[in-house]
């Protein structure tokens, strides 16, 4: 059955440094997204992505976040100048059709800022 | 600010019964909605999903929508402790992002 993956699982980062946390949809899935759970909290949006470009942003996504689809399977999300608060569970989604199609999660990358 | 509602529980059925999960939603222009499970440490995983009113059923799932009311809810019969999990409301609006709610943690007791 056709799966999201995400590497790597478990990241840990000094406060400051740049991460780079890797997807990759479902073949056939036009939408990808990225969504944060902090520890004991809601997961919560972070950008959706259709056509090469950002379709929308939340409040959490600010100028040190950015991503990418580098090639025809990849999407990276970024973070230039990590910070204590961006430790969490970092989650690719994709769907296939339309937006308001079912989207599949990848496993996390757990991102640990110290 | 569009809201997804659930009650954290944790919400405890013994073996066999029926577990019924609840959500409320506060933006009327949303289009679909989705339950998740998420075991502890683990991603959401789709269960369910519907986009109109009524009731939908996928095995032991039963999923019931009520647009005038805002509310979703769902049906689990012959609940196992294999069901024991976070389960999550989630909504979309016309940009497709998902809203969730907290989760309602489920516990089924042998």
């Known amino acids: 059955e056709p799966e999201v993956t995400q590497t790597p699982s478990h990241q840990v980062t000094q406060m400051g440094q740049e991460v780079i946390l890797r997807c990759v949809p479902i073949s056939n899935h036009l939408y990808f997204y990225w969504y944060r759970q902090i520890l004991g909290q809601k997961v919560e949006f972070l950008v959706s992505?259709?056509?090469?470009?950002?379709?929308?942003k939340s409040e959490i996504f600010d100028d040190q976040f950015s991503v990418e689809r580098p090639d025809g399977s990849n999407f990276t999300l970024k973070i230039r100048s990590t910070k204590l608060e961006d430790s969490a569970m970092y989650f690719c989604?994709?769907?296939?059709?339309?937006?308001?199609?079912?989207?599949?999660f990848g496993q996390g990358t757990r991102l640990t800022v110290v | 600010q569009k809201e997804v509602e659930q009650n954290s529980g944790p919400l405890s059925v013994p073996e066999g019964a029926i577990a019924s999960l609840n959500c409320t939603y506060s933006?009327?222009?949303?289009?679909?909605f989705f339950w998740y499970r998420q075991y502890s440490g683990k991603s959401p995983e789709l269960i369910m999903s519907i986009y109109s009113n009524g009731d939908k059923e996928d095995g032991r799932f039963t999923a019931q929508l009520n647009k005038a009311s805002q509310y979703v809810s769902l049906l689990i019969r012959d609940s196992q402790p294999s069901d024991s999990a976070t389960y999550l409301c989630a909504v979309t609006s016309n940009t497709g992002k998902l809203i969730f709610g907290q989760g309602t943690t489920l516990q089924v007791k042998p």
């Open positions: 989604a994709s769907s296939e059709l339309d937006s308001n199609t079912e989207a599949f």
């Open positions: 933006d009327r222009v949303s289009q679909s």
């Open positions: 992505f259709y056509n090469n470009e950002i379709s929308e």
